[in-house]
């Protein structure tokens, strides 16, 4: 797996930030083997309770296409790193031979639905957008040390 740059973005978040909102304690979750439907409802309704694994398929679909329209990687790729959020979900699994139809899945019925646009802006998408701004970007990570340390001028 290459080294992209937005990784040093990534650690340095993981760095600063400690209290993170979507702490797996703070939050009322629920553990369903079926993915595919789960992994859509998460683009429905921004509701609890969060169903795991598939809420973790939800994510990373939504960081590979916006890692692919921030910094040009190819989804599959993005979805195919075993580090994609640095070991921070213990849901999150790999595109790989045992996942890939599970994501292709997910991904059809998303494209069918509307696309990108509806990829971003459906249920929970906006707020995991909101996430990947702050974590993998350089704005949103001047923005997080701004809010942690204040301006610097």
């Not at 429905?44 to 890692?67: D, H, N, Q, R, T």
């Not at 993005?78 to 994609?84: E, F, M, N, W």
């Not at 019925?109 to 459906?122: P, W």
């Amino acid at each position: 797996m290459s080294e992209h740059p937005y990784k040093e973005f990534q650690r340095l978040y993981h760095e600063l930030v400690r209290d993170h909102a979507d702490d797996f304690s703070k939050m009322e979750i629920v553990e369903e083997e079926e993915l595919v439907q789960n992994a859509l409802k998460y683009f429905e309704k921004a509701e609890f309770p969060l169903i795991y694994p598939a809420k973790s398929y939800a994510v990373a679909i939504i960081y590979g296409l916006m890692l692919k329209k921030t910094y040009g990687i190819p989804i599959t790729e993005s979805l195919a790193d075993p580090d994609l959020f640095m070991g921070h979900d213990q849901y999150f699994r790999p595109y790989n031979d045992e996942t890939k139809d599970t994501y292709q899945s997910i991904l059809a019925e998303l494209y069918h639905r509307g696309g990108d646009d509806y990829v971003l802006t459906s249920g929970w998408a906006p707020q995991t957008v909101k996430y990947f701004h702050a974590e993998c970007t350089e704005d949103g990570l001047n923005q997080v040390m701004e809010e942690q340390y204040g301006s610097q001028s």
